[in-house]
């Protein structure tokens, strides 16, 4: 596919002659997205200083047609490269926003048109794939991401309104004293994983955080999400994290799942809490039939408490927000796969194996992370004939729960930690601490394609691989 490919400047004498200029006769793009930075106060005083997308953090909520061409103009308002990578789209290397796979870079100071075709429709999410390594102010850390609605135009609305959360945490900063939250996260059960001998060098530094919010706003901080008796809320969610998974609730109510990563499931059924790592998306309904003033956040206490929640207020209900604790309830997948689980399809005859490691940091400041015992890059190994089907086995031999994605694609998830299932389609997945994760792809998006953990640090230092096609 031949891309139309503009590179310009927005201060006129730096880079002239270096870059072809925009036509003049260019016709306005679909969608501009400048890169610039923004102030957010996330609670009263409290600002972050960071990168949105036209002056804010999250950047617009764009909409698009599946299957209409579109173009989008990004302005990079800053003083370093950029890419915008659009998330769970199946789009060709050139335009995905990923600089392994080709993509060029939005220089600074300069302008790029990227032209695609949306599919499938679903609920997306658009975002910065700048590597960061030791710096907390690049890629994932910042601001720089949105929302991606691709609309079928068949979507039959059975919703009274429509809300977009993501989470998110700011100001990270390095630690050796680094606790996640994903035994907490995890339900009792195998770790088929697990090694015999545990690694027992001193941990590296990893980023965390101590300030959250929900979109914008820490908790308390924005207006409530005011709603009615007997109304049904359609909620988009997306942990737009570069550091952790999260888990979330809203006591009193449950969520009725329709689709995971934007997809539709098979089985849409109820969840009172999700956990997302970062990237995932899920969409879900809730009924609103317990009148009075809830938290949805974090089920962890410091977390939610830090930031990560927002008040829904029934109309003529005014008291203190409530929050109530649920314990020992885990998200589980399998749960929205077909009926009959693992029964029926038969099993692809390639079976590719991924074997996630750290290398602890030791005397280095940062962990290294190894797929099949090497860090980035891995030449030839993941090669893909088109048209086949492969079945992926991700082994975790790691302590963290990762949440892996693989651009460009979409996989089905066939089991988790031994729970067979089927028919649910996902492009991120979270593989649990000393588990395993095994999915099918079907190799039909010609290119390469960046497989990488999700957690921006795990992917600078190591965790990520190309697949390409023979
Ligand atoms: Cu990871």
New binding site residues.
């Given amino acids: 596919m031949k891309r139309r490919d503009f590179v310009t400047c927005a201060g006129a004498t730096l880079c002239q002659g270096m870059l072809p200029r925009l036509a003049a006769a260019d016709p306005a793009a679909d969608i501009t997205l400048r890169i610039a930075p923004v102030a957010l106060e996330i609670a009263p005083s409290h600002f972050i200083s960071t990168i949105g997308y036209n002056g804010i953090s999250p950047g617009p909520v764009l909409r698009m047609r599946e299957g209409k061409t579109v173009t989008v103009d990004v302005i990079n308002d800053t003083d370093a490269a950029e890419f915008v990578h659009w998330h769970g789209l199946l789009v060709p290397a050139a335009v995905d926003g990923a600089e392994e796979e080709g993509t060029p870079a939005v220089p600074a100071g300069a302008r790029r048109r990227y032209q695609f075709t949306p599919k499938p429709a679903g609920t997306r999410w658009y975002h910065s794939h700048a590597m960061a390594m030791g710096d907390l102010h690049r890629g994932s850390y910042t601001g720089q991401y949105g929302f991606l609605m691709i609309d079928s135009g068949t979507n039959p609305g059975r919703y009274d309104q429509e809300i977009f959360l993501a989470l998110r945490d700011w100001e990270p900063f390095y630690t050796d004293q680094y606790v996640d939250m994903d035994e907490a996260g995890t339900p009792p059960g195998p770790q088929p994983e697990k090694p015999a001998r545990l690694d027992t060098r001193a941990n590296g530094l990893e980023p965390i955080s101590q300030v959250y919010s929900i979109n914008d706003k820490a908790l308390g901080a924005g207006e409530p999400i005011r709603v009615r008796q007997g109304t049904r809320v359609l909620v988009h969610l997306l942990n737009a994290s570069a550091l952790e998974n999260r888990t979330i609730a809203l006591p009193g109510h449950e969520f009725h799942v329709l689709a995971l990563d934007g997809n539709p499931v098979p089985t849409p059924g109820p969840a009172r809490v999700i956990t997302l790592g970062p990237g995932e998306r899920v969409d879900a309904y809730i009924e609103m039939n317990r009148p009075g003033v809830w938290i949805l956040g974090a089920t962890d206490d410091m977390i939610r408490n830090a930031g990560l929640g927002i008040v829904i207020e029934y109309a003529n209900q005014h008291r203190e927000p409530q929050w109530v604790a649920q314990p020992g309830v885990f998200w589980d997948y399998t749960k929205f796969g077909a009926a009959g689980g693992g029964a029926g399809g038969k099993a692809p005859a390639h079976v590719i194996d991924m074997v ?1 490691e750290k290398v602890p940091g030791g005397s280095r400041p940062f962990n290294l ?1 190894t797929i099949n015992g090497k860090p980035y890059p891995h030449e030839r190994e993941f090669v893909l004939q088109q048209g086949q089907r492969y079945r992926i086995n991700f082994r975790n031999r ?1 302590d ?1 729960s ?3 994605h693989l651009h460009r694609h979409l996989f089905e998830l066939i089991d988790v930690n031994g729970k067979a299932t089927r028919g649910i389609m996902k492009d991120t997945v979270v593989v649990p601490l000393y588990g395993r994760v095994s999915v099918d792809l079907l190799a039909d998006q010609p290119g390469l394609s960046l497989f990488h ?3 921006q640090a ?2 600078d230092y190591g ?1 990520k691989a190309l697949f390409r096609y023979a």
């Fill in positions: 996630f992370w790691t963290d990762h949440p892996v953990c999700h957690i795990h992917m965790f």
